[in-house]
């Protein structure tokens, strides 16, 4: 009996393999793409922070501020170097599965030129075209002679399938061992960006070390520098406090209501303060650009043991000449000048209040209507320390609200 040739099932597996492959690669290179875009940001963050490091060297004397912004070059250097090794991590799994791909492809091609081989073998000994046309002529019936007929005309197509098969199947091991050597050659270039990495990251934490053996022999002088600046943060917190009372109270007034803690707002006032809280982890920040050099709340001194500092918002070092902006729409409450906090700029946004502190200059003065992201002011620049920070806290009526939970990430 003639059975029907069929190509072998295995090799139909050949190309639904590859073309899983191609959706893990695919995957793969937008994780690649993903690491790339991390690794152009923190290469970024170093390139500001050095420019910030360059500013501190103007600086008469040494400086927390110069230690502040070490460390967080430090932090934005380990980051980077982590983000450089799920690279690696990847290419190796690329090299992996092209070494299990051109292994599986070897072992096909074999199998394929094998049976190709027995196949050209077997048409040789059949060679001749009068024994094809008597085994056809010798069935028993037409139904027969018809299926030996197809029989001969399906194993010549099978012949050629087995061909194309093997050219492809060559083509995708000519490509895969491509990928390969490209793949090495991204990782080679992966380690030794590493080991240049890791070396910048030893260099800066000995320039570290080093700054902060330095300050310690200044205990004295950053204690009183401590004690003047937690003064001043005092007395901004008691005039913000009191001018906060006070705007609760005139807007009570203004409704016709007595004896409220909290703001009475009109309606559009409430509005405003609906979105404001809607955006919540979502708000520009004060300025286009910095780094965050004291977080809020109670943490450890930066070099002196067992003393620690209270922060109502968030210190944001930046570059000299850059300005404030505001974070939402709002109306000026107040523009006044503190002791070591310089002008200091509060914005109602219905029961919230924002407050920028620090600044050389003010563009708006009492009772203006600001839009989101509008500049306000431009942020002083500390002479002594060559020192661009702006302080900027938040609250909720009277409560102090921290700023990180508030702000884009």
Known sequence: MIHRINIPVKFHFIFLFLYITSIAFVFSQNKKAQLQTEKNKLEDEIK??????????????????????????ISSR?????????????????????????????????????????????????RNSYDRMMF??????????????????????????????????QKEINRTIENLEKYKSEKLTLLRLKEQELNELASERSQQNKTVKN????????????????????????????IIAEEIRLAAKKLGKKGTSTFAL???????????????????????????????????????????TKNNGIDILTDRNSKTRTIFSGVVTRVMSIPNYNYVIMIRHGEFLSVYSNLDEVYVQKGDKVEIRQEIGRIHTDANESK?????????GKTL????????K
């Open 48 to 73: 500001y922070t050095n420019k910030l490091l360059d500013q501190t060297k103007k600086s008469k004397q040494l400086s927390i501020n110069h230690l502040v912004i070490l460390r967080e070059k």
């Open 78 to 126: 380990e980051k980077l170097i982590a983000t450089i090794n799920q690279e690696i991590n990847t290419v190796n799994k690329q090299i992996a599965l092209n070494n299990e791909i051109l292994k599986d492809l070897t072992n096909d091609l074999k199998n394929l030129k094998d049976e190709y081989a027995r196949m050209i073998y077997y048409a040789y000994k059949n």
């Open 136 to 169: 056809v002529f010798s069935s028993k019936d037409f139904n027969q002679a018809y299926q030996r007929l197809k029989y001969f005309q399906q194993y010549t197509a099978y012949r050629e399938t087995q061909a194309e098969l093997i050219e492809k199947t």
């Open 215 to 242: 300050l310690n022999a200044k205990e004295k002088e950053l204690l009183s520098a401590l004690k003047k600046k937690e003064k001043a943060a005092k007395k901004l917190q008691k005039e913000i406090e009191k």
């Open 266 to 308: 009109t309606p559009e006032e409430m509005q405003l303060s609906a979105n404001f809280e809607s955006n919540k982890g979502r708000l520009p920040w004060p300025l286009e650009r910095g780094i965050i050099s004291s977080t809020f709340g109670e943490h450890a001194h930066p070099v002196l043991k067992n003393v620690k």
């Open 388 to 396: 661009t920070e702006l302080h900027f806290e938040l609250w909720k």
């Open 401 to 408: 609200l921290n700023p990180a939970g508030w702000l884009a």
